[in-house]
């Protein structure tokens, strides 16, 4: 089975520290995708970034970076000095391979306020 | 334009009530997904299109969910006798193809009263 787990329901942070959202995942497959989306008010997901599971590079993109743990089964995000436009719904998914099946499996998602 | 449009973008219906929710994905897009979403959740599969064929429709939670896309392009979720828990925000999605990244709309939000 599939399953995607954010245990951080909540995170408030004061703008220029740093945050990390945590994501934990499980699959049986051997090949499979982990994205994260950002979520602000207006509701529309936004993508942020896809990773294979094969490639366990951390990626850096800005103020945002990525930590893929396959020993732990781990997807973590790290927001690096936080701005007020950070605040908003976080969801990480898992995506299985293609012809085993195409749906996103999401976590209920870290909801983020960024305090001025 | 650019991204996935959905329409309408707020629905209000009365219990009982058919409802059709429309999604128009980006141009070119070959897969075609929609989620729904419930309140301070995540978005929960309902069903996949490649092209005009419905390849999994697995996650329709009933019988009177149904969800088209006859040319391969728009795609209408047709929600018939609406229930009260039914009332979510409906997510579409489109991506070149399978294992690509998924682009989203801005969502339908449904409330049946």
């Known amino acids: 089975a599939q399953k995607v787990t954010q245990a951080q329901t909540e995170i408030s942070v004061v703008e220029k520290e740093d945050v990390t959202l945590d994501c934990v995942y499980e699959t049986r497959d051997t090949t499979y995708y982990l994205f994260w989306y950002k979520q602000p008010p207006s509701g529309e997901l936004v993508f942020l970034i896809r990773r294979n599971s094969f490639d366990e590079q951390n990626e850096i993109s800005g103020r945002y970076s990525w930590n893929f743990q396959k020993s732990t089964s781990s997807f973590n995000f790290t927001i690096t000095a936080s701005q007020v436009v950070d605040s908003a719904v976080y969801f990480c998914?898992?995506?299985?391979?293609?012809?085993?099946?195409?749906?996103?499996?999401f976590g209920t998602g870290t909801s983020l306020t960024v305090i001025p | 334009g650019a991204g996935v449009s959905q329409s309408p973008r707020y629905k209000v219906a009365k219990r009982g009530q058919d409802v059709a929710l429309r999604c128009d994905p980006i141009?070119?897009?070959?897969?075609l997904f929609w989620y729904q979403q419930a309140l301070g959740q995540g978005p929960e599969f309902l069903t996949y299109?490649?092209?005009?064929?419905?390849?999994?429709k697995s996650g329709l939670p009933s019988d009177r969910f149904f969800a088209e896309r006859p040319e391969g392009s728009v795609s209408t979720l047709k929600i018939q006798r609406t229930q009260q828990e039914d009332s979510a925000v409906y997510l579409c999605?489109?991506?070149?193809?399978?294992?690509?990244?998924?682009?989203f709309g801005p969502g339908t939000r449904l409330l049946v009263l």
């Open positions: 999605a489109s991506s070149l193809g399978p294992g690509a990244v998924y682009y």
């Open positions: 299109f490649q092209n005009e064929a419905q390849l999994d």
């Open positions: 141009s070119g897009h070959v897969s």
């Open positions: 998914a898992l995506g299985r391979r293609p012809n085993t099946g195409n749906q996103f499996y």
